[in-house]
Protein backbone atom coordinates (compact mmCIF):
# COMPACT_ATOMS: atom_id res chain seq x y z
CA UNK A 1 0.00 0.00 0.00
CA UNK A 2 2.54 2.64 0.76
CA UNK A 3 6.19 2.32 0.80
CA UNK A 4 8.72 5.03 1.66
CA UNK A 5 11.81 5.08 -0.04
CA UNK A 6 13.42 8.40 1.02
CA UNK A 7 12.74 10.99 3.20
CA UNK A 8 13.61 14.77 2.77
CA UNK A 9 14.10 15.23 6.20
CA UNK A 10 16.12 11.94 7.06
CA UNK A 11 18.23 12.72 3.80
CA UNK A 12 19.12 16.25 4.84
CA UNK A 13 20.59 14.79 8.40
CA UNK A 14 22.70 12.18 6.58
CA UNK A 15 24.01 14.55 4.38
CA UNK A 16 24.98 16.90 6.61
CA UNK A 17 26.12 13.99 8.57
CA UNK A 18 28.24 12.53 5.99
CA UNK A 19 29.55 16.07 3.90
CA UNK A 20 29.35 19.24 6.35
CA UNK A 21 31.69 20.83 3.94
CA UNK A 22 30.18 19.75 0.58
CA UNK A 23 28.86 22.42 -1.35
CA UNK A 24 25.27 23.87 -1.13
CA UNK A 25 23.26 25.36 -4.26
CA UNK A 26 23.07 28.83 -5.81
CA UNK A 27 21.02 30.14 -8.03
CA UNK A 28 21.42 30.79 -12.12
CA UNK A 29 21.17 34.50 -13.57
CA UNK A 30 18.81 34.88 -16.12
CA UNK A 31 20.22 38.34 -17.32
CA UNK A 32 23.83 38.07 -16.25
CA UNK A 33 26.40 40.51 -16.70
CA UNK A 34 27.74 41.14 -20.66
CA UNK A 35 30.00 38.02 -21.71
CA UNK A 36 33.64 38.89 -21.05
CA UNK A 37 33.02 41.17 -18.46
CA UNK A 38 33.50 40.66 -14.42
CA UNK A 39 33.57 42.59 -11.60
CA UNK A 40 34.61 40.24 -9.47
CA UNK A 41 36.68 40.40 -5.70
CA UNK A 42 39.51 38.10 -5.09
CA UNK A 43 39.76 37.20 -9.18
CA UNK A 44 43.26 35.78 -8.29
CA UNK A 45 41.78 33.73 -5.39
CA UNK A 46 38.53 32.60 -7.54
CA UNK A 47 41.12 31.36 -10.24
CA UNK A 48 42.91 29.25 -8.20
CA UNK A 49 40.07 27.42 -6.29
CA UNK A 50 38.53 26.48 -9.69
CA UNK A 51 41.56 24.80 -10.65
CA UNK A 52 41.39 22.72 -7.68
CA UNK A 53 37.51 22.29 -7.94
CA UNK A 54 36.35 19.01 -8.71
CA UNK A 55 34.28 19.13 -11.80
CA UNK A 56 32.67 16.54 -14.43
CA UNK A 57 33.96 19.49 -16.79
CA UNK A 58 37.08 21.37 -17.05
CA UNK A 59 37.33 23.08 -14.16
CA UNK A 60 39.41 26.25 -15.64
CA UNK A 61 38.05 30.07 -15.31
CA UNK A 62 37.64 31.92 -18.28
CA UNK A 63 35.60 35.58 -18.64
CA UNK A 64 32.44 33.86 -19.40
CA UNK A 65 32.35 32.14 -15.69
CA UNK A 66 33.42 35.16 -14.25
CA UNK A 67 30.47 37.20 -15.92
CA UNK A 68 27.95 34.60 -13.90
CA UNK A 69 29.82 34.73 -11.17
CA UNK A 70 29.64 38.20 -11.00
CA UNK A 71 25.62 38.05 -10.60
CA UNK A 72 26.16 35.08 -7.86
CA UNK A 73 28.72 37.06 -5.71
CA UNK A 74 27.57 40.86 -6.58
CA UNK A 75 23.98 42.20 -6.85
CA UNK A 76 22.63 39.08 -7.15
CA UNK A 77 23.67 37.67 -3.81
CA UNK A 78 20.60 37.58 -1.89
CA UNK A 79 18.94 35.83 -4.71
CA UNK A 80 21.92 33.20 -4.43
CA UNK A 81 21.28 32.85 -0.55
CA UNK A 82 17.86 32.09 -1.44
CA UNK A 83 18.36 29.41 -3.23
CA UNK A 84 21.51 28.50 -1.22
CA UNK A 85 18.67 27.85 1.32
CA UNK A 86 16.18 25.81 -1.26
CA UNK A 87 18.88 23.70 -1.39
CA UNK A 88 19.14 22.26 2.22
CA UNK A 89 15.62 20.46 1.00
CA UNK A 90 16.15 19.80 -2.92
CA UNK A 91 20.20 19.14 -2.69
CA UNK A 92 20.14 15.74 -0.48
CA UNK A 93 17.41 14.17 -2.77
CA UNK A 94 19.44 15.13 -5.80
CA UNK A 95 22.38 13.51 -4.78
CA UNK A 96 20.96 10.06 -3.83
CA UNK A 97 19.43 9.82 -6.64
CA UNK A 98 22.98 10.83 -8.54
CA UNK A 99 25.03 8.11 -6.71
CA UNK A 100 22.24 6.04 -7.60
CA UNK A 101 23.05 5.99 -11.38
CA UNK A 102 26.79 6.09 -10.31
CA UNK A 103 26.82 10.09 -11.89
CA UNK A 104 28.92 12.31 -10.44
CA UNK A 105 27.28 13.98 -7.42
CA UNK A 106 28.50 17.23 -8.99
CA UNK A 107 25.44 17.50 -11.30
CA UNK A 108 23.27 18.15 -8.78
CA UNK A 109 23.65 21.47 -9.14
CA UNK A 110 22.21 21.61 -13.19
CA UNK A 111 18.57 22.14 -11.57
CA UNK A 112 20.40 25.55 -10.44
CA UNK A 113 21.08 26.94 -14.08
CA UNK A 114 17.39 25.07 -15.30
CA UNK A 115 15.00 26.06 -12.65
CA UNK A 116 16.62 28.06 -9.83
CA UNK A 117 16.02 25.12 -7.76
CA UNK A 118 11.87 25.39 -8.35
CA UNK A 119 9.80 22.86 -8.65
CA UNK A 120 6.90 24.66 -9.67
CA UNK A 121 9.16 26.66 -12.25
CA UNK A 122 7.62 26.81 -16.18
CA UNK A 123 9.61 28.11 -19.03
CA UNK A 124 7.72 30.08 -22.04
CA UNK A 125 8.60 27.06 -24.62
CA UNK A 126 7.04 24.64 -22.46
CA UNK A 127 9.41 23.58 -19.54
CA UNK A 128 8.53 22.75 -16.41
CA UNK A 129 10.13 21.26 -12.69
CA UNK A 130 13.61 21.46 -10.94
CA UNK A 131 15.07 20.13 -14.54
CA UNK A 132 13.40 21.98 -17.16
CA UNK A 133 12.20 18.76 -19.12
CA UNK A 134 9.51 19.68 -22.05
CA UNK A 135 6.81 17.72 -22.36
CA UNK A 136 7.78 15.08 -24.67
CA UNK A 137 11.07 14.55 -23.19
CA UNK A 138 9.34 14.14 -20.09
CA UNK A 139 7.04 11.31 -21.28
CA UNK A 140 9.92 9.78 -23.00
CA UNK A 141 11.74 8.92 -19.86
CA UNK A 142 8.17 7.59 -18.27
CA UNK A 143 7.02 10.61 -16.50
CA UNK A 144 3.25 11.16 -16.30
CA UNK A 145 2.26 14.54 -18.13
CA UNK A 146 -1.82 14.65 -18.39
CA UNK A 147 -4.65 16.77 -16.92
CA UNK A 148 -4.39 14.97 -13.18
CA UNK A 149 -0.51 14.88 -12.53
CA UNK A 150 2.92 16.45 -14.00
CA UNK A 151 5.60 14.55 -12.74
CA UNK A 152 8.01 16.85 -14.22
CA UNK A 153 6.90 18.61 -10.58
CA UNK A 154 7.45 16.25 -8.55
CA UNK A 155 11.03 16.05 -7.49
CA UNK A 156 11.64 12.37 -6.52
CA UNK A 157 9.72 11.48 -10.29
CA UNK A 158 11.49 14.24 -12.38
CA UNK A 159 14.64 13.65 -10.47
CA UNK A 160 14.95 9.81 -11.37
CA UNK A 161 13.94 10.53 -14.86
CA UNK A 162 16.83 13.61 -15.52
CA UNK A 163 19.47 11.55 -14.12
CA UNK A 164 18.58 8.34 -15.95
CA UNK A 165 18.75 10.63 -19.17
CA UNK A 166 22.13 12.21 -18.27
CA UNK A 167 23.52 8.79 -17.81
CA UNK A 168 22.39 7.82 -21.45
CA UNK A 169 23.47 10.87 -22.50
CA UNK A 170 27.10 10.13 -21.44
CA UNK A 171 27.42 6.97 -22.97
CA UNK A 172 26.56 8.54 -26.26
CA UNK A 173 28.62 11.14 -26.19
CA UNK A 174 31.50 10.19 -23.98
CA UNK A 175 31.69 13.36 -22.67
CA UNK A 176 29.85 15.34 -19.96
CA UNK A 177 30.82 18.69 -21.82
CA UNK A 178 28.80 17.14 -24.97
CA UNK A 179 26.73 15.00 -22.59
CA UNK A 180 25.23 18.76 -20.83
CA UNK A 181 25.21 20.72 -24.14
CA UNK A 182 22.80 17.63 -25.53
CA UNK A 183 21.07 17.90 -21.88
CA UNK A 184 20.74 21.58 -22.88
CA UNK A 185 19.87 21.76 -26.61
CA UNK A 186 18.25 17.88 -26.98
CA UNK A 187 20.19 15.00 -29.10
CA UNK A 188 19.09 15.81 -32.22
CA UNK A 189 20.52 19.35 -32.27
CA UNK A 190 23.85 18.68 -30.83
CA UNK A 191 24.49 15.93 -33.57
CA UNK A 192 23.72 18.42 -36.32
CA UNK A 193 26.40 20.33 -34.54
CA UNK A 194 29.27 18.24 -34.65
CA UNK A 195 28.36 16.93 -37.76
CA UNK A 196 28.88 20.41 -39.23
CA UNK A 197 31.84 20.80 -36.76
CA UNK A 198 33.41 17.54 -38.44
CA UNK A 199 34.63 16.33 -34.98
CA UNK A 200 33.38 16.06 -31.58
CA UNK A 201 35.78 18.32 -29.73
CA UNK A 202 33.83 20.28 -27.55
CA UNK A 203 35.35 23.99 -28.47
CA UNK A 204 34.33 23.12 -32.15
CA UNK A 205 30.93 21.85 -31.80
CA UNK A 206 29.86 24.77 -29.16
CA UNK A 207 30.43 26.94 -32.49
CA UNK A 208 27.67 25.58 -33.95
CA UNK A 209 25.25 25.80 -31.56
CA UNK A 210 22.47 28.52 -30.06
CA UNK A 211 23.49 31.43 -28.09
CA UNK A 212 21.91 29.94 -25.16
CA UNK A 213 23.98 26.18 -25.49
CA UNK A 214 27.43 27.88 -25.85
CA UNK A 215 27.12 29.43 -22.76
CA UNK A 216 25.49 26.72 -20.81
CA UNK A 217 28.81 24.59 -19.73
CA UNK A 218 30.11 28.76 -18.29
CA UNK A 219 26.88 28.42 -15.90
CA UNK A 220 27.24 25.11 -15.04
CA UNK A 221 31.07 25.97 -13.76
CA UNK A 222 29.76 29.52 -12.54
CA UNK A 223 27.26 27.37 -10.73
CA UNK A 224 29.49 24.69 -9.28
CA UNK A 225 31.71 27.06 -7.83
CA UNK A 226 29.25 29.05 -5.98
CA UNK A 227 28.07 26.02 -4.33
CA UNK A 228 31.16 24.84 -3.81
CA UNK A 229 32.65 28.20 -2.16
CA UNK A 230 29.99 30.62 -1.51
CA UNK A 231 31.45 30.53 2.47
CA UNK A 232 34.24 31.94 1.63
CA UNK A 233 32.20 34.40 0.01
CA UNK A 234 30.01 35.71 3.05
CA UNK A 235 27.06 34.16 1.41
CA UNK A 236 24.77 31.93 3.32
CA UNK A 237 21.80 29.98 3.08
CA UNK A 238 18.23 31.89 3.83
CA UNK A 239 16.64 29.06 5.67
CA UNK A 240 13.72 27.59 3.50
CA UNK A 241 9.77 27.00 4.65
CA UNK A 242 9.43 24.88 7.34
CA UNK A 243 7.28 23.23 5.49
CA UNK A 244 9.70 22.25 2.81
CA UNK A 245 12.55 22.03 5.37
CA UNK A 246 10.38 19.58 7.42
CA UNK A 247 8.80 17.42 4.87
CA UNK A 248 8.69 13.56 3.56
CA UNK A 249 8.06 12.04 0.53
CA UNK A 250 6.22 8.63 0.00
CA UNK A 251 4.78 6.45 -2.63
CA UNK A 252 1.27 5.85 -2.42
CA UNK A 253 -0.71 3.07 -4.53
CA UNK A 254 -4.31 4.84 -4.02
CA UNK A 255 -6.87 7.62 -5.02
CA UNK A 256 -4.61 10.61 -3.84
CA UNK A 257 -7.77 13.19 -2.44
CA UNK A 258 -6.06 16.60 -1.30
CA UNK A 259 -9.74 16.94 0.43
CA UNK A 260 -9.84 13.79 2.22
CA UNK A 261 -6.00 14.26 3.23
CA UNK A 262 -6.53 17.95 4.78
CA UNK A 263 -9.12 16.55 7.03
CA UNK A 264 -7.35 13.61 8.18
CA UNK A 265 -4.45 15.31 8.73
CA UNK A 266 -5.29 18.70 9.83
CA UNK A 267 -3.85 20.55 6.86
CA UNK A 268 -4.80 23.30 4.80
CA UNK A 269 -5.53 22.35 1.63
CA UNK A 270 -3.30 25.04 0.03
CA UNK A 271 -0.45 23.34 2.17
CA UNK A 272 -1.09 20.45 0.64
CA UNK A 273 -1.19 22.05 -3.10
CA UNK A 274 2.19 23.70 -1.87
CA UNK A 275 4.23 20.43 -1.16
CA UNK A 276 3.06 18.66 -4.01
CA UNK A 277 3.09 21.60 -7.33
CA UNK A 278 2.69 17.86 -8.85
CA UNK A 279 -0.53 17.65 -8.53
CA UNK A 280 -2.78 19.47 -11.37
CA UNK A 281 -6.18 18.64 -9.68
CA UNK A 282 -7.54 17.88 -6.22
CA UNK A 283 -8.12 13.93 -6.65
CA UNK A 284 -5.65 11.75 -8.16
CA UNK A 285 -6.70 7.99 -9.40
CA UNK A 286 -4.55 5.40 -8.10
CA UNK A 287 -2.16 4.17 -9.94
CA UNK A 288 -0.10 1.43 -10.83
CA UNK A 289 3.48 2.75 -10.67
CA UNK A 290 2.45 4.53 -7.27
CA UNK A 291 2.24 8.73 -6.89
CA UNK A 292 4.47 10.41 -4.67
CA UNK A 293 2.76 12.60 -1.67
CA UNK A 294 4.65 14.67 0.23
CA UNK A 295 3.31 15.76 3.87
CA UNK A 296 4.77 17.44 7.17
CA UNK A 297 6.68 14.68 8.70
CA UNK A 298 4.53 14.79 11.90
CA UNK A 299 1.45 14.69 9.26
CA UNK A 300 2.32 11.22 8.29
CA UNK A 301 0.77 9.57 11.57
CA UNK A 302 -2.56 10.71 10.99
CA UNK A 303 -2.35 10.14 7.52
CA UNK A 304 -1.79 6.13 8.11
CA UNK A 305 -4.26 6.26 10.31
CA UNK A 306 -6.75 7.49 8.03
CA UNK A 307 -5.76 5.32 5.47
CA UNK A 308 -6.39 2.11 7.83
CA UNK A 309 -9.78 3.35 8.83
CA UNK A 310 -12.97 2.44 6.80
CA UNK A 311 -14.32 4.71 4.47
CA UNK A 312 -11.23 7.12 4.49
CA UNK A 313 -9.41 6.52 0.74
CA UNK A 314 -6.83 9.27 0.49
Same mark, same amino acid.
Given at each position: ?????????????? #??????????????????????????????????????????? =? =??????????? =?? #?????????????????????????????????? *???????????? *???????????????????????????????????????????????????? #??????? $??????????????????????????? *?????? @??????????????LYIGT??? *???????? @????????????????????????????????????????? $???? @??????????? @????? $???MGAVQ??????
Amino acid at each position: MLRIPLTLAAAWLG #YWHAQAAAPLLASVPEVPTPIGTSNLPNEPEIRFRMAMMHSPV =S =SGYDADVGAYL =SR #YLTYGSIETEAILGRGMVYLPVIEHYLEKCGLPT *QLKFLPIIESKL *QPHAESTKGAAGLWQLVPETARSLGLVVDAHLDERKDMNRATEAATSYLKRL #YKKYGTW $ELALLAYNCGPGRLDQAIKKAGCQEYA *QVRQHL @PAETQNYIAKYKAALYIGTFHL *QHGLSPTL @PDPLLLHAMAARVYRAISIKKIAEATGLSIGTIRFLNPSYR $EDNL @PARKAGTFLTL @PKTSW $EAYMGAVQRAGIKA
